[in-house]
């Protein structure tokens, strides 16, 4: 063995494409970025599997004589498994070959959910920080001013506390 790393390098085979319903199809090269009403799409030349062109009734007239035909999809929905090993790179479109939700795209909308709510929670934790910060400064620089404020939230709680139990049960 004279390089062993030299010895399993592996040419540069077509790319995968598999469907978020899991059809696969082989890509090839060429593949453009444009945009579409200010939408990002990916267009590029797939060879669907036998599976795949069964399921859809992908006929040979839809197909130039490689078998090859230009499919589109958005770009947001394409993501790669192993984008930097050109021996065996795999891409995901998370949708359907007819651009239909798929479980695995109502995943990645409850995960982008749950991610912008967390962003919100965090602004708001980042909010509470600073106004600690402020109080922090002022508690330093103004003791007084900071006991009087802390006063008056302390009386607004107990006024609150009274009105509170003063309503009768499950009347909120």
């Not at 839809?62 to 930097?84: C, H, Q, S, V």
């Amino acid at each position: 063995m004279k390089n062993p790393s030299e010895e399993i390098l592996l040419p540069p085979e077509n790319a995968l494409l598999m469907f978020g319903n899991g059809y696969f199809a082989q890509t090839g090269s060429g593949g453009i970025v444009t945009e579409e009403d200010g939408i990002p799409l990916v267009i590029i030349p797939i060879k669907p599997a036998s599976p795949l062109r069964k399921a859809y009734n992908i006929t040979d007239d839809k197909l130039n004589p490689y078998g090859f035909m230009k499919y589109t999809m958005k770009r947001k929905d394409l993501y790669a498994i192993n984008e930097f090993d050109n021996a065996n790179r795999v891409w995901v479109y998370e949708k359907s070959f007819d651009h239909k939700d798929t479980p695995m795209n109502s995943r990645s909308k409850n995960i982008l959910f749950q991610l912008e709510l967390y962003e919100k929670m965090l602004w708001g934790v980042e909010g509470n920080v600073y106004h600690l910060l402020d109080q922090l400064e002022l508690a330093k620089n103004n003791p007084a001013e900071y006991a009087s404020q802390s006063f008056d939230l302390a009386d607004r709680m107990t006024a609150k506390s009274i009105e509170l139990s003063m309503k009768q049960p499950g009347s909120v």
